[in-house]
T-cell receptor, first 116, second 111 residues
Framework: NAGVTQTPKFRILKIGQSMTLQCAQD?????MYWYRQDPGMGLKLIYY???????DKGEVPNGYNVSRSTTEDFPLRLELAAPSQTSVYFC???????????????FGPGTRLTVL | GIQVEQSPPDLILQEGANSTLRCNFS?????LQWFHQNPWGQLINLFY?????KQNGRLSATTVATERYSLLYISSSQTTDSGVYFC?????????????WGLGTSLAVNP
């Protein structure tokens, strides 16, 4: 199993450009998440999905959009990139939610995004 | 919402030393995970431990859910243990779906 994969690893955008960060998992997990990590901080949740066709906002959703058309893929779209979106983006997945071990989250390697 | 505090914020060790990292949380949880973020930024799952004790090699963790804290023990530290250690929790109230993260403990192990 590849686990959670993310592309690209690095990207530089100009202000106002758009891009899509790709995330895929091959563990047949139902839940997927997007987080961002700013320097010296823990991670903050942007969006999450509990299954194909279902998405919901996290703590910091402004400036981002997501879709979940398949169980495996959960792309994150940045529209009109701004310097405040310079960050490291992590995708994660879990089998489910709630207690009992189903909610253990597994993380991808991250995408380092700079907006100039 | 649930608050997560980690201590100490920074730690410097000589290779071979032992250490204990602490994570306090403000409400009951149904998920607590410890991660190591290495100097290249990769997040590595260490433990899924909402309660009880687990061990994996030189690392072990204990969560006392009733007292709302978790401890991560590193024994015989090595330079490869350097990096930031994060504690993250998911509250068990309502429809929570997110991990709330502490600010981490930055560990440097010197040879």
């Amino acid at each position: 199993n590849a686990g959670v994969t993310q592309t690209p690893k690095f990207r530089i955008l100009k202000i106002g450009q758009s891009m899509t960060l790709q995330c895929a998992q091959d563990m047949n997990h139902n839940y997927m998440y997007w987080y961002r990590q700013d320097p010296g901080m823990g991670l903050k949740l942007i969006y999450y999905s509990v299954g194909a066709g279902i998405t919901d906002k996290g703590e910091v959703p402004n400036g981002y959009n997501v879709s979940r058309s398949t169980t495996e893929d959960f792309p994150l779209r940045l529209e009109l990139a701004a310097p405040s979106q310079t960050s490291v983006y992590f995708c994660a997945s879990s089998y489910g939610g709630g207690a009992g071990g189903y909610n253990e989250q597994f993380f991808g390697p991250g995408t380092r995004l700079t907006v100039l | 919402g649930i608050q997560v505090e980690q201590s100490p914020p920074d730690l410097i060790l000589q290779e071979g030393a032992n250490s204990t990292l602490r994570c306090n949380f403000s409400d009951s949880v149904n998920n607590l995970q410890w991660f190591h973020q290495n100097p290249w930024g990769q997040l590595i799952n260490l433990f899924y431990i909402p309660s009880g004790t687990k061990q994996n090699g030189r690392l072990s963790a204990t969560t006392v859910a009733t007292e709302r804290y978790s401890l991560l023990y590193i024994s015989s530290s090595q330079t490869t243990d350097s990096g930031v250690y994060f504690c993250a929790v998911e509250g068990d109230a309502g429809n929570n779906r997110k991990l709330i993260w502490g600010l981490g403990t930055s560990l440097a192990v010197n040879p």
